[in-house]
Nanobody, 121 residues
Framework: VQLQASGGGLVQAGGSLRLSCAAS????????IAWFRQAPGKEREGVSC????????YYADSVKGRFTISRDNAKNTAYLQMNLLKPEDTAVYYC???????????????WGKGTQVTVSS
């Protein structure tokens, strides 16, 4: 059972990246997927989540209007499209899965290893 986040990299401010979160060993169909990030010296922040059906989403105020979460259950993968990136978006991004409703609070059942996103000014 594994979640694997990928797609991070180095981008200039104003640029875009798309992160992927691929599941193996279990199906994402019944899970909320959430994205978190943690910058050096800062607490982990819940960035976004999407319900199992895709019908409900949440975005932190800091990314609202710039980030879009989506999922493709047929591919057992979720995505985080990040546009208009800012230097303050620099962090390690993690995806996680929960059997509960869309939330970035509480315990997640599965966590993926992070992917580094670095935004240069």
């Amino acid at each position: 059972v594994q979640l694997q986040a990928s797609g991070g990299g180095l981008v200039q401010a104003g640029g875009s990246l798309r992160l992927s979160c691929a599941a193996s060993g279990f199906t994402l169909d019944y899970y909320t997927i959430a994205w978190f990030r943690q910058a050096p010296g800062k607490e982990r922040e819940g960035v976004s989540c999407i319900s199992s059906s895709g019908g409900s989403t949440y975005y932190a105020d800091s990314v609202k209007g710039r980030f879009t979460i989506s999922r493709d259950n047929a591919k057992n993968t979720a995505y985080l499209q990040m546009n208009l990136l800012k230097p303050e978006d620099t962090a390690v991004y993690y995806c996680a899965a929960s059997p509960l409703a869309c939330t970035v609070e509480g315990d997640m059942e599965y966590w993926g290893k992070g992917t580094q996103v670095t935004v240069s000014s």
